[in-house]
């Protein structure tokens, strides 16, 4: 199984990324996002339960979305109004019962 995360790059505040999250050898349900700013332990942003249901960290609500694509075994997070704080590498796994290990994550860089 490998866990690909893209669609970082480096944006100015109060834009946008959609990031993606590709899982090759296993069929998605339920998802989750995390990010690790520097000097900080990763954190759980976003999850999309196998149930379709989401939950976001409150740091992030109204503003990050949460949605799979279970034919393209494929999550996604897209991110709205983003903050200099939202700066982070950004990691998918599954949910719930992650895997065991991480992909090289996504790096979304905010800076005026």
């Known amino acids: 199984v490998q866990l690909q995360a893209s669609g970082g790059g480096q944006v100015q505040p109060g834009e946008s990324l959609k990031l993606s999250c590709v899982v090759s050898g296993d069929s998605i349900r339920g998802m989750a996002w995390y990010r690790q700013a520097p000097g900080k332990q990763r954190a759980l942003v976003a999850r999309?339960?196998?149930?379709?249901?989401?939950n976001y960290a409150n740091s992030v609500k109204g503003r990050f979305t949460v949605s799979r694509d279970s034919a393209k075994n494929t999550a996604y997070l897209q991110m709205n109004n983003l903050k200099v704080e939202d700066t982070a590498v950004y990691y998918c796994n599954k949910y719930p019962f992650a895997y065991d290990f991480w992909g090289q994550g996504t790096l979304v860089t905010v800076s005026s």
């Open positions: 999309i339960n196998p149930d379709g249901d989401t």
